[in-house]
Each structure stands twice: as structure tokens, then as C-alpha cells.
């Protein structure tokens, strides 16, 4: 079974700065991969940033990376230069590869970038 | 950009009644998914579709519930006798298909209130 683990229900950054989501995760299988989804209040789930447990580097998308750290199990989201449209609930997930990709997620951390 | 689409954006049912949740994938896209989101909680998985056929479910996704793929665009979820506790968002995605895992892609969801 997968398991994902968020420890931070809130997080709050000072706008411009960076901030770090903290994500842990338990999988007994070869080969995953991790995501990060993000939720406004509209309620909308936002893809941010995709890892495969195989890739070498760790992702980046445009001001989100994803620090990977296999032999610990996390994938920590990095936001850099953080906007006020940055405040939403973040979720970090994973999945098995193969056929059966289902996506389990964890709690969420809220984000609230102050002005 | 190609998104996924559902309909209604909210529904309001009286307990035992049968719902119909509507999604059109991304066009190219071939894996579906629900998911629901209790108010509050984290987003947990339902059932994946492939080749029209269900290729996994969860334990929530009991006899109460059916998918279909009824034509070349829609992905529907049913639910056969509406209980309180499946009010909740509920959340269809979709993927490409090939090697790895692959990123799903959210739509906006559908917000089903049992009363």
C-alpha cells in the first residue's frame, strides 16, 4: 500500500519569498511517481509538478521544484518568489506505475502568502 | 488548452435518488478517473477506466456505484441510491497512456449535496 504524509496542516510566506511543503511517502513499489496538485478556494485540483522515481534530476516548473530525496521518501514542493495567487491547499501524491495508476494523496498543507 | 469538463457544477439530491456525474476527458487521453473530496479531507480515489473496462477500484466504490463510457467522449459516474455520506466533490481526470506515470489531468468538478 501507498502512503503519503503531509506534517503541515498551515504554512503562511511572506510574499517574494520562497517556501517549502514539506512531503513524505511509503511504497513498497520499484517504480512511482509523485506529484504535486494545487487547490484553490474555487476548488479546482491545479497539476504543478510531476517526479518519477527513476529520474535522475529533480523536476522544475517555472517556479516550482520538486526536491527529491529518494533514500529519505520525500518530494518536497519548493515554491520560489511566492505571489499572493499562491495561497491554496497543496497536495502532494503519488502513484504506482503501470496500469493501475491511481493517485493517492495526502492531507494538504494550506498556504497563505501574506502581503 | 485541452481540459477536462464536468457537469453539473452542482448537484443537490434527496437521499435514494440515482445521480448521473458527468466528464469528458482530454480528447487524446484514454485512462479515466473519479476521485471524490469530502468537505474538508484529503481527495481519495475511486475507480479507473481503461479500454472500457474498470482497471482498479477502492473499497468506497461498492455496488452503489457504476462508470460508463456511453459514447466516444463521455465518462459518466452513477450513483444508484444516494446516501448523506456521499455528499462530497467529486473529481474526474484523465491521462495519457504509456511507460511511467503519467500526470492526470483534474476537471472542476462536480459538487453533489444529499439531503
Known amino acids: 500500500a501507498q502512503k503519503i504524509t503531509q506534517t503541515q496542516p498551515g504554512m503562511f510566506v511572506q510574499e517574494k519569498e520562497a517556501v517549502t511543503l514539506d512531503c513524505t511517502y511509503d511504497?513498497?513499489?520499484?517504480?512511482?511517481?509523485l506529484f504535486w496538485y494545487k487547490q484553490p478556494s474555487s476548488g479546482e485540483m491545479i497539476f504543478l509538478i510531476y517526479?518519477?522515481?527513476?529520474?535522475?534530476q529533480n523536476a522544475t516548473e517555472g517556479r516550482y521544484s520538486l526536491n527529491f530525496q529518494k533514500a529519505r521518501k520525500s518530494a518536497n514542493l519548493v515554491i520560489s518568489a511566492s505571489q499572493l495567487g499562491d495561497s491554496a491547499m497543496y497536495f502532494c501524491?503519488?502513484?504506482?506505475?503501470?496500469?493501475?495508476?491511481?493517485?493517492?494523496f495526502g492531507s494538504g498543507t494550506q498556504l497563505t502568502v501574506l502581503p | 488548452e485541452p481540459e477536462v469538463t464536468q457537469t453539473p457544477s452542482h448537484q443537490v439530491t434527496q437521499m435514494g435518488q440515482e445521480v448521473i456525474l458527468r466528464c469528458v476527458p482530454i480528447?487524446?487521453?484514454?485512462?479515466f478517473y473519479w476521485y471524490r473530496q469530502i468537505l474538508g479531507q484529503k481527495v481519495e480515489f475511486l475507480v479507473s477506466?481503461?479500454?472500457?473496462?474498470?482497471?482498479?477500484k477502492s473499497e468506497i466504490f461498492d455496488d452503489q456505484f457504476s462508470v460508463e463510457r456511453p459514447d466516444g467522449s463521455n465518462f459518466t459516474l452513477k450513483i444508484r441510491s444516494t446516501k448523506l455520506e456521499d455528499s462530497a466533490m467529486y473529481f474526474c481526470?484523465?491521462?495519457?497512456?504509456?511507460?511511467?506515470?503519467?500526470?492526470?489531468?483534474f476537471g472542476p468538478g462536480t459538487r453533489l449535496t444529499v439531503t
Open positions: 481526470a484523465s491521462s495519457e497512456v504509456g511507460q511511467g506515470a503519467y500526470e492526470q489531468y
Open positions: 511504497t513498497s513499489d520499484p517504480s512511482y511517481g
Open positions: 517526479q518519477g522515481s527513476y529520474d535522475q
Open positions: 501524491a503519488m502513484s504506482r506505475s503501470g496500469s493501475a495508476r491511481q493517485l493517492t
Open positions: 480528447s487524446n487521453h484514454l485512462y
Open positions: 477506466f481503461y479500454n472500457n473496462e474498470i482497471s482498479e
